[in-house]
């Protein structure tokens, strides 16, 4: 399980002219692994100089360091000062403490109103205890975001209009913003205790994720493969559910996962089907128990059941293409995208141009080919195929979604085709056998990686045997 670490983050707030706040929100660069593409409020982890920053009226270490984290945070991204003082001219200051012993400037921490403190879900690999602030934008200021960071745009917006982009499909919102800018769009009166109003914004656990509009991601502790803790299972629609991967196969894990269908159906949802995006344990530990939990029918590959025997039944198959049209405009498309597996479907949601790709592509590292099952030359053909889709963003099994989702694309073929070349330049210098292969290659990876490194390399040279570019004979691998 990965390290929690501290976090804040500033809610900059005005009011127009007709007294409606607005709020500056900032757009995360899309080439990021971590939250490229999504729409935040500025902030990041906290450093140990923000524990050594006065804070006036702080009541704990805890919130003095947090709210220093903020208010220097707030500065490196936008220049904005949030304290007490003559400001003078940032631009020639290297550093945000140099900026306050500079002017003998004072963090207050009554300029800075606790909006929630929220926790990442266990299934991310990297995880924050953060700390939210609402933060009145200083008169005479103006946010700027600053250029070559991890910000790409930055903007005031009315919440209302930011959660409209969010129900249209056109804005990635990670929970705390999203409930936020809820908070916020229901107007002045109340504020502080609906921000505080949730479990989750009391730093619980947070289980509902719905980082675009209709599609749920509710991710499983399942015996997956390490690095990775969970698979993510998607509940896609609004009225109309459809059921992705209900992946786990312990029970607790399951009744949190029909606690939270059962919450949905309460609100109104009707859960129609449950879909496979392919065999493997990690993906489908779950389906029996939620099939017969709802008299439910489990659509998948045609291949699928045959490599899940008895474990569950496969209704119907899945053809390629298929589509289902969910009431509220949602429209999902089955995908053949073998090269995982031979069975492996991923799934594209025309309305939000979101492809849950199962896995095909993930939120962290790469995917692993493991022949016999996995075939490099049919997973670059499934990447091809993916890769002229009109898609915004990649909703994977394991780790976190991402915006940028061709670049990411383009990052998964790239990277195949550098690691194949440096294949062949090893096969060029005389390293014919695959362990030695690995060393020479897969510098980049801990040897206790090593094992599936190793099923990479032979997806690779058994490519290149079928393109006429490599031979075997005895375990030994030459080029033609």
Not at 14 to 29: I, N, P, S, T, W
Not at 86 to 92: D, H, I, K
Not at 93 to 117: K, Q
Request: hydrophobic share 40%; net charge negative.
């Amino acid at each position: 399980m990965s390290t929690v670490k501290k976090a804040a983050s500033a809610v900059l707030l005005r009011e127009a002219v007709d007294g409606q706040l607005e709020v500056y929100l900032v757009e995360r660069a899309r080439h990021l692994a971590f939250m490229g593409g999504f729409s935040a409020f500025p902030g990041g982890q906290c450093d140990a100089a923000d524990f050594q920053i006065p804070v006036v009226g702080a009541t704990d270490a805890e919130q003095k360091a947090a709210i220093a984290c903020a208010a220097r945070e707030l500065f490196e991204e936008t220049r904005v000062v949030v304290a007490r003082g003559v400001v003078g001219e940032v631009s020639t200051c290297e550093s945000f403490v140099e900026l306050l012993e500079r002017y003998e400037l004072v963090i207050h921490a009554s300029d800075f109103l606790p909006a929630g403190r929220w926790i990442t879900p266990e299934f991310a690999p990297r995880r924050f205890d953060t700390r939210f602030f609402l933060v009145y934008l200083p008169e005479g200021q103006l946010p700027k975001v600053v250029s070559g960071g991890e910000l790409a745009d930055g903007r005031w917006m009315r919440p209302k209009d930011a959660l409209l982009d969010w129900q249209l499909g056109r804005r990635m919102l990670a929970p705390p913003t999203l409930y936020i800018l809820q908070s916020l769009a229901a107007g002045k009166d109340g504020l502080f205790e609906r921000l505080h109003s949730v479990p989750e914004a009391n730093a619980g656990r947070v289980e509902r994720i719905e980082i675009k509009r209709g599609i749920f991601l509710f991710p499983l502790r399942t015996p997956t493969i390490a690095p990775a803790t969970h698979t993510n299972c998607y509940i896609v629609g609004n009225k109309q559910l459809l059921i992705i991967d209900p992946a786990s196969p312990y029970e607790e894990e399951q009744q949190r996962l029909e606690n939270f269908l059962d919450t949905l159906i309460a609100e109104g949802a009707k859960l129609e089907e449950i879909l496979v995006t392919h065999f493997h344990p990690d993906h489908v530990g779950g389906v029996a128990a939620l099939r017969a939990r709802y008299g439910l029918q489990v659509a998948a590959h045609p291949l699928t059941q045959q490599r899940v025997g008895n474990a569950f039944v496969v209704d119907r198959k899945i053809a390629d293409g298929e589509r289902w049209q969910l009431s509220g405009g949602w429209l999902l498309e089955s995908l053949y995208t073998p090269g995982h597996t031979q069975d492996h479907i991923s799934f594209y949601e025309h309305k939000t141009r979101s492809l849950l790709c199962g896995d095909l592509m993930a939120g962290f590292g790469t995917v692993v080919i493991d022949p016999p099952e996995g075939n490099l030359q049919a997973y670059l053909a499934s990447l091809d195929r993916v890769a002229v889709l009109d898609v915004d963003a990649l909703f994977p099994s394991h780790g976190p979604p991402t915006g940028g989702a061709r670049e990411r694309i383009s990052f998964y073929i790239s990277h195949r085709l550098e690691r194949e070349a440096a294949i062949l330049s090893a096969l060029c210098e005389g390293i014919f056998n695959i362990p030695d292969i690995v060393k020479k290659v897969y510098t980049d990876t801990p040897q206790t990686l090593y094992s599936l490194a190793e099923r990479s390399v032979l997806s690779h040279l058994e490519k290149l045997i079928a393109e006429g570019k490599v031979t075997e004979s005895g375990g030994k691998y030459m080029l033609c």
